[in-house]
C-alpha cells in the first residue's frame, strides 16, 4: 500500500502493541518478570463479556477474536489481536466487567499480568499511565471510524475494507510475494457483518475479477489498489 493508505487503514486498526514498546526498559522487563505464561487452544475463550477482570493479557504469539454475541447468539467480531498486542487492559481501569468476550483463533501463547502489579505500574509510571490513555483514545476513534463507516457501506464495500485491514495487520508475505490472509469464513463474515454464504459468494466474484485468489482458509492478495477502489474508504 501507498503511505496515504497505510494512514487511512490506521483509522481502522488498534495500537496497544505501541504501549509496551514506549515505556521505560527496566519498567517492561519488570513488566515481563511478573507475567504469568498461559496458553490457550483454538476456540478457548481467554474472557467472557460481562466477567470481571483480575489481570491484564499481552498477546506473545497467536491471533485472538474480541466478539459480542447477539440474542440469538450470533457472533460480531469487534477486532482481531496480534502479536505484542494487549488485551482487557480498558475493563480493569475503569473497574468494570468486560464488555466483550476475547478467544483464540489459533493455538496462542499470552502473558497473564495480576491486577495488582499491573496498576501499581501505572500509578508509578507516567509513560505507561499516558501509552494506555493514548490507546484508548485510539480505540475510541476506531470505534467511531469504524461504525460511522461501515454503515453506510454496501457488503461488497465492507468485505473489501476489512481485506485491507486483515493483510496490513496481518497478512504474511507467501512464496510469491503475495499477501495472505488465513481466517476461517465464519470468521470473516462475522467481521464483516454478513451471512456466510453471503461472504462466500463474494468472495467468488473477487476471485473472478482477479482481486484475490483462494486456496482453503488462505486468502491471497493480488490486487491492492482494487480493493481500495471497491471500498471507496478513502
Do not use: W
Not at 476489512?162 to 507467501?174: N, P, Q, V
Not at 510475494?177 to 470468521?187: A, G, K, P, T
Amino acid at each position: 500500500m501507498e503511505p496515504n493508505d497505510l494512514i487511512r487503514i490506521e483509522k481502522f486498526t488498534s495500537k496497544s502493541d505501541t504501549i509496551l514498546k514506549n515505556i521505560p526498559p527496566d519498567l517492561r522487563q519488570y513488566l515481563e518478570s511478573q507475567m504469568i505464561d498461559k496458553t490457550y487452544r483454538k476456540g478457548q475463550p481467554i474472557f467472557l463479556e460481562g466477567s470481571f477482570p483480575s489481570g491484564i493479557f499481552y498477546l506473545k504469539e497467536g491471533l485472538i477474536k474480541k466478539y459480542k454475541t447477539d440474542h440469538a447468539g450470533k457472533e460480531h467480531i469487534l477486532s482481531l489481536c496480534s502479536t505484542s498486542e494487549l488485551i482487557g487492559y480498558s475493563a480493569l481501569l475503569c473497574n468494570e466487567p468486560y464488555p466483550d468476550s476475547a478467544s483464540a483463533l489459533e493455538t496462542s501463547r499470552l502473558g497473564f499480568l495480576p491486577k495488582e502489579v499491573f496498576l501499581k505500574a501505572t500509578n508509578e509510571s507516567n509513560d505507561l499511565m499516558l501509552g494506555l490513555l493514548s490507546s484508548l483514545s485510539h480505540e475510541f476513534s476506531v470505534m467511531v471510524n469504524s461504525v460511522m463507516v461501515f454503515a453506510h457501506m454496501t457488503v461488497r464495500e465492507r468485505l473489501a475494507l476489512t481485506l485491507l485491514i486483515l493483510s496490513e495487520k496481518f497478512g504474511k508475505k507467501d512464496k510469491h510475494d503475495q499477501v495472505e490472509i488465513v481466517l476461517s469464513r465464519i470468521d470473516l463474515a462475522n467481521m464483516v457483518g454478513t451471512a456466510t454464504e453471503t461472504l462466500v459468494r463474494m468472495l467468488q466474484e473477487l476471485k473472478k475479477e482477479g482481486v484475490i485468489e483462494m486456496n482453503a482458509k488462505k486468502i491471497s492478495i493480488l490486487k491492492v489498489k482494487t480493493l481500495i477502489e471497491i471500498s471507496k474508504f478513502y
